[in-house]
């Protein structure tokens, strides 16, 4: 918006506790506040179409938290852990073969047995299902775009994004000014790398003393497979090929019930080559002899790219600041080696509700919870994640081959002694300055798409249901275009035209010269750019509510 146009005031509303995000940290949360107390009235914004719409994980799920927050699931007709997990593989992947690892070497945590293959997105719909039931207000297609401060400078609520605002940044015929969520507390649920999080880890500096904090891409298929193809229960990771031994990533191949089977690839983006082109190496890694018979006869039905929080333990921000608290991967709580984040986004949920409560219950609002910061590392997502705070560092250290080993030790030490001989490693690098010039590095040449196993992007994007308004401003905001062209492009040869698994971004040439295009219909809000660029160039922010993917059983 132009600052010469007037805008009307936006109209409020109160409750006691405003939560932003439907995912699982944001709907156990408000479904434990509503058990704990159900007179406290609790709103949950999320920015997809409906629940679930932009949710993608594998997902196994360790269902600890489940357990704690709804003790009697499983007398349920309509829940959605119909897969429980029968049989674990873990495999090493050279370029023509592959290697399966014996399940005794492996440290107990890493155990899926009770776990279950799950689609997140339809364990979000079941659980705002409860949440409805107890009384919360849910408001599906509304994104929080900023966060609303008292004199003090203590967060008091969110205000969601003006609609109908055209590419000009002038309000259209269809113009409708946000709303203002005021609460006591204010929960941020937004998922990896969330623009209010953003935001309000700089301002309170939560990072101060931590690691920073690590990520990677991961980028998600489901095939409905030929039933003789299809193992109802079978968990299968893997790493090493397509990606070489300085580059750390892996696999999932799930096989949920109904002859469907979720694979999924990670590469983590502290790597090095800006020619690196992770969709490509997750079409690459269908090909490999022990994946492609899984989807021969097979049909793809959906896909999807998310990132993912890596930097565990060390890399958790302070979770408190006046007037509310980060939750789930908002706060970076993914288990690496376990591959699982859930849990403990259920966990946090359930531990926040209850510090905010018993504040509501003592009468105070708007101010610092601090118990919030200082239990969660004695609470079981601290001991989850403490016991597995090395083996990140030490892969991107010593590469796959010595720090998978190397990290599996540590695992086995934490385990059996309760201590590290590395203490807690520290990460280094952000993820964009591990990024090198160009120079430095050879260009990869990838197949082309066989449009049967291997596809290329936009058809990808295509089974998303990805949706953006055209006559809307672009919500990926480069900051300062000159220095794209001068570094992202002249130097860095382009990565963001690889590392976008949407196509978003393009290089052109106009006129004679270079011309960097965004097309942000494309986006299915992954994050990667903001992560990514090596000059941290590029902002993500929520376009209007509802846009972006819809994601039916991911």
Not at 10 to 15: A, D, I, K, Y
Not at 89 to 97: E, K, N, R, T
Not at 276 to 302: D, M, N, V
Not at 502 to 509: D, I, P, R, S
């Amino acid at each position: 918006m132009t600052e010469t146009t007037e805008l009307p005031e936006r109209e409020s509303m109160e409750f006691d506790v405003v939560i932003v995000g439907g995912g699982p940290a944001g709907l156990s949360a408000a479904i434990r506040l509503k058990q704990v107390n159900p007179d406290l009235s609790v709103v949950v914004l999320e920015k997809g179409a409906e629940v679930g719409a932009h949710i993608l994980s594998g997902a196994v799920v360790d269902p600890i938290g489940i357990d704690r927050l709804l003790p009697g699931w499983r007398e349920e007709s309509d829940h959605p852990f119909k897969t429980e997990v029968k049989a674990d593989h873990f495999m090493l992947l050279g370029p023509a073969g592959s290697i399966r690892l014996p399940n005794i070497l492996m440290p107990p945590l890493m155990n899926n047995h009770g776990n279950y293959i799950v689609s997140l997105g339809n364990v979000c719909r079941w659980l705002a299902g409860h949440a409805e039931a107890l009384g919360v207000e849910i408001y599906p297609g509304f994104a929080a775009t900023e966060v609303l401060y008292n004199d003090e400078g203590a967060v008091i609520g969110v205000a969601t994004g003006d609609m109908g605002v055209e590419k000009s940044g002038e309000p259209g015929p269809n113009f409708t000014r946000g709303m203002e969520l005021l609460g006591k507390y204010v929960l941020i649920g937004e998922g990896v790398r969330g623009s209010l999080a953003k935001q309000l880890i700089a301002k309170f500096d939560l990072s101060r003393d931590r690691q920073p904090q690590k990520f990677g891409i991961g980028i998600k298929e489901l095939w409905q497979v030929k039933p003789e193809n299809h193992k109802q229960g079978l968990v299968q990771h893997s790493f090493g090929w397509p990606l070489g031994m300085k580059t750390g990533g892996g696999s999932f191949l799930y096989h949920l019930e109904d002859n469907l089977v979720a694979v999924g690839f990670v590469v983590h983006l502290n790597y090095k080559n800006p020619y690196l082109y992770p969709f490509e190496e997750f079409q690459r890694f269908k090909t490999h002899p022990a994946i492609r018979s899984t989807f021969e006869g097979g049909k793809r039905l959906s896909y999807g790219a998310r990132a993912i929080t890596e930097g565990g333990y060390q890399s958790v921000p302070k979770l408190s600041f006046p007037g509310g608290a980060l939750i789930g991967c908002s706060a970076g709580f993914v288990n690496v080696p376990r591959i699982k984040g859930s849990h403990n986004a259920v966990l946090s949920g359930m531990m926040a509700a209850d510090r905010v409560a018993a504040a509501i219950a003592a009468g105070r609002g708007n101010d610092e919870i601090v118990e919030i910061e200082t239990e969660w590392r004695a609470s079981d997502i601290g001991k989850d994640l403490k016991r597995v705070r090395n083996v990140k560092p030490l892969w991107s250290k010593f590469g796959t081959a010595i720090g998978v080993a190397l990290g599996g030790l540590d695992m086995w030490t934490n385990q059996l002694f309760g201590f590290s001989f590395f203490g807690t490693l520290g990460h280094g690098k952000t993820d964009a300055a591990s990024l090198e010039p160009a120079s430095k590095h050879k260009k990869i040449d990838y197949p082309k798409p066989d449009g049967v196993l291997t596809f290329d992007r936009l058809s990808s994007v295509f089974l998303s249901n990805t949706n953006h308004e055209e006559d809307e401003p672009v919500h990926l905001k480069v900051k300062d275009m000159a220095l794209q062209k001068s570094s992202e492009h002249d130097i860095f040869a382009g990565p963001s035209t690889r590392y976008c698994p949407a196509g978003v971004y393009e290089w052109v040439e106009k006129d004679g010269e270079e011309t960097y295009v965004i097309n942000a219909q494309n986006c299915v809000h992954c994050k990667t750019c903001d992560i990514k660029d090596p000059n941290q160039n590029i902002n993500w922010v929520p376009p209007q509510g509802g846009e972006g993917p819809v994601y039916p059983n991911m």
